[in-house]
């Protein structure tokens, strides 16, 4: 029987509509669940519901090693459920099951314990004596009910990187995660509850972008926002948040590329390339999506990255010996199949792939080979645009600066990399790079302790570290007077004599 999840305020609760959607397996679309189709009345619902409770303080005025030890508990759970939740993730999101369980989870359980530390951690910057007749103390306040709008590509994970912090400030929050990929979170919030977070504090809406996601960013009880989705989108809700000027913080699009200098190790670059460039199938604002080489490097890095290429292994995803399985959707597949498409048209080359694979085990799938291009025009759309999909192009370049200046020359600013073996010469050009992050000799690597988040058309604020607690947490100045005087010693710049 198909389990059938409704939405989650202040408890289960059945949708206004009473309509549920199918939610299937990317693989061989076969129905693996139903979950809620929510309405406006069901968001105004469930911010009504995060803001009492709020307000009630049953979460926002718990002391600190309170919160700390359930969120602790809460990471405690996912641990000890990590294989169901895995395997769960990856039927319903197309995602490899060792990458959704030796990648996923266990970054989810770091981060979850890593939170419950800075609950205790949060501080002002200064309590002191400034005016010369008071103190002075500095406040970190939560928001108040914090909305959370989750993408497909990383269900459970990225829900973890906006709950995390807020619950750890004292907010209450509304997760809204994809309408393509919801069922790992709705099992998240049977564990939140039996950990201890109590029923209010944390609520999971389900339904389409359209009409839940933008209901939650208009509406004026959410104090803050965090949306993690493409660009397009992203400009959409940061209109809807000025309207009441509320706090938002945006993880939008990237054109990751990575810069392979003349003295980098190709066999290494060429398994940067291909691991950062495949990787969730490409459906990773992170990933590798343009590798720069000296050209006189292009040939043999071609050579090196298109044997790897070919040796992935695609396929059911649940299986231990695949290495990518299908897109998330047929949408994905047509906007992926379209952009090469394009690129072919306009006169790139595809060294491999480039196509859906051939076979019994693919027809239901939405599959596309890890593909190469090569001889694309910088300004060509494959080049410029997030495609979301295994496809990487390689670009020659005879001057480093040639690299970089076109590795910036696009809107996005998430991610890159720099390979070379001489490390004072790739930070040297690594501050060149207009990208939050940069990584040297790695593509890909995140931790709990250090930000994530991009420049320019890729968003702003920060998700993971501590520098993610700023997009959830107020500053506010308390003054203390110490002089006891019913007339102050400036009161007369105002009326009177001094």
């Known amino acids: 029987m198909v389990k059938i999840y409704n939405n989650y305020i202040n408890g289960w609760k059945k949708p206004g509509s009473n309509e549920y959607r199918e939610i299937k397996n990317p693989f061989n679309q076969s129905v693996l669940a139903k979950v809620a189709v929510s309405n406006e009345e069901d968001v105004k619902d469930a911010v009504d519901t995060a803001r009492e409770s709020f307000e009630k303080g ?136 039996k950990a201890g977070v109590p029923k209010g504090v944390l609520n999971i809406i389900t339904g389409d972008g359209e009409t839940v996601g933008s209901a939650l960013v208009k509406n004026k009880q959410v104090d803050a926002v965090s949306f993690t989705g493409d660009t397009s989108t992203g400009k959409k809700m940061l209109e809807y948040a000025s309207k009441s ?68 292994k695609l396929g059911d995803q649940t299986k231990e010996s695949t290495d990518m399985g299908p897109l998330v959707s047929d949408k994905q597949l047509a906007r992926v199949m379209s952009y090469v498409d394009v690129a072919k048209s306009e006169g790139a080359n595809v060294v491999t792939g480039g196509k859906q694979p051939k076979g019994k085990i693919f027809e239901k799938g939405h599959f596309f080979e890890p593909t190469i291009l090569t001889k694309v025009d910088h300004h060509s759309s494959v080049a410029q645009e997030e495609i979301f999909g295994p496809v990487i192009s390689v670009f020659p370049y005879k001057e480093v ?49 250090t930000p994530h988040g991009g420049f320019k058309q890729s968003g702003f604020g920060k998700d993971l570290s501590m520098y993610s607690l700023e997009e959830y947490t107020r500053i506010k100045h308390v003054y203390i007077d110490q002089t006891g005087l019913t007339r102050r010693p400036w009161h007369y710049t105002v009326f009177g004599k001094k």
């Open 401 to 449: 600066e040639d690299a970089v200046e076109k590795a910036n020359d696009v809107e996005f600013g998430l991610a890159g990399s720099i390979y070379g073996k001489d490390i004072k010469n790739c930070f040297s050009i690594s501050k060149k790079l207009n990208f939050g992050t940069v990584w040297i000799n790695e593509h890909g690597v995140l931790t709990s302790e």
């Open 58 to 193: 049953s979460w926002s005025v718990l002391l600190a090693s309170e919160r700390a030890k359930i969120l602790w508990r809460l990471a405690d759970l996912v641990e000890s459920n990590t294989k169901q939740l895995a395997l769960l993730e990856s039927k319903n999101q197309g995602k490899t099951i060792k990458y959704a369980r030796d990648s996923d989870l266990p970054f989810i359980v770091d981060n979850l314990r890593f939170f419950a530390g800075a609950a205790r951690m949060l501080e002002g910057k200064a309590a002191s004596e400034y005016s010369g007749m008071g103190t002075s103390m500095i406040r970190r306040e939560p928001l108040g009910v914090v909305a959370g709008i989750v993408p497909w590509n990383y269900p459970l994970y990225i829900a973890v990187w906006k709950l995390a912090p807020a619950l750890a400030a004292g907010n209450s929050v509304i997760l809204k995660p994809a309408s393509l990929t919801p069922l790992t979170l709705l099992e998240f919030a049977s564990l939140a509850e």
């Open 245 to 312: 000027i509320k706090k938002i913080s945006l993880e939008l699009g990237g054109k990751a590329p990575l810069i392979a200098l003349s003295d980098a190790d190709l066999d290494m670059v060429a398994n940067g390339a291909v691991v950062g460039g495949y990787w969730n199938a490409g459906q990773d604002c992170t990933a590798v999506t343009r590798v720069f080489v000296q050209e006189k490097q292009h040939d043999a890095l071609i050579k090196k990255m298109t044997s790897l290429a070919r040796q992935f």
